[in-house]
């Protein structure tokens, strides 16, 4: 290992680093002064000085939109035809912070799709979110929720390691590599397909299966090609009563 090899992986796993959506000069430079954790602070609150405002677009969009698909925590990967919902700086269609409950209306929803955003919940809110996709789903609708499968990481390490180094190369060790996936990047919960179902089921969820990616009953795949390698799906019914 490089002498500085630990202390630049450190530096860039406290959110220092440069990267990040293209926003033009100015963000870049604020990017590299301020941590990612000081960064979401200032999002997270700014969501929440506009949730009145956040609140009356969601009502508007929500009678508007037919059929009404929601695509929660949508980062760069902004899917047309449904409402994306995101953070103040995420380039949403609806800036809410989805800790808190959503702003709809019971079964009102035609799907719910959510995927690498889970892990960014303690485990608690992650049943909360659970439970308020199940309050806004129509009956019969669809809710797809997709995670970094902790357990393939677990299992890689445990094994040849081959797959954790094709997923998280270059890392000073490979526990390192495992241990990014529910203690960096904002991360606060650990999943796997199996936990991910168990969780949908207490929601209130039927028909749950894990699932592969693109292995969906939407009309179209709305995963992100990005996620493909490291991702669990799991799908489940709201029940028709
Ligand atoms: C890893 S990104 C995933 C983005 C996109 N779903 C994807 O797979 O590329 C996690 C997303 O969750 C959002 N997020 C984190 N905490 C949130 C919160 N409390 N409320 C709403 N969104 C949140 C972040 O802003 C970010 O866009």
């Known amino acids: 290992m ?6 630049d992986y450190v530096e860039e796993l406290q959110g220092f680093g440069t990267h990040g959506i293209p926003r033009g000069r100015g963000a870049a430079v604020l990017r590299r002064f301020t941590s990612h954790g000081m ?3 200032a999002k997270l609150r700014s969501t929440k000085l506009l949730r009145p405002w956040s609140r009356r677009r969601a009502e508007k969009v929500a009678a508007s939109k037919r059929p009404l698909l ?6 760069t990967h902004y899917l047309d035809g449904w409402v994306n919902l995101d953070i ?15 702003p709809f209306a019971d079964n009102s929803a035609d799907g719910i799709f959510c995927e690498h955003t889970l892990e960014h919940f303690v485990l608690v809110g992650g049943i909360g979110l659970l439970s308020e996709c199940h309050r806004v789903l129509k009956p019969g609708a669809l ?9 393939k990481y677990i299992l890689s390490y445990a094994g040849d390691r081959t797959e954790l180094e094709s997923l998280r190369p270059g890392r000073p060790t490979p526990l390192l590599a495992v241990a990014e996936v529910v203690l960096a990047h904002g991360h606060r919960s650990a999943w796997d397909g199996e936990t991910l179902s168990a969780v949908m089921e207490n929601a209130g ?11 969906t009953a939407f009309a179209s795949n709305p995963d992100s090609i990005s996620r493909r390698a490291e991702s669990v799906y ?4 709201k029940p028709r009563r």
């Open 2 to 7: 490089q002498r500085n090899e630990m202390h």
């Open 39 to 41: 960064r979401e602070n």
């Open 70 to 75: 929601l695509h929660l925590g949508s980062g």
């Open 88 to 102: 103040v700086g995420m380039g949403a269609d609806v800036y809410w912070d989805l800790r808190d409950p959503l």
């Open 143 to 151: 809710c797809r929720f997709g995670v970094p499968d902790f357990g």
């Open 205 to 215: 969820f039927v028909d749950v299966g894990v699932k592969p990616w693109g292995d």
């Open 234 to 237: 799991a799908e489940g019914i």
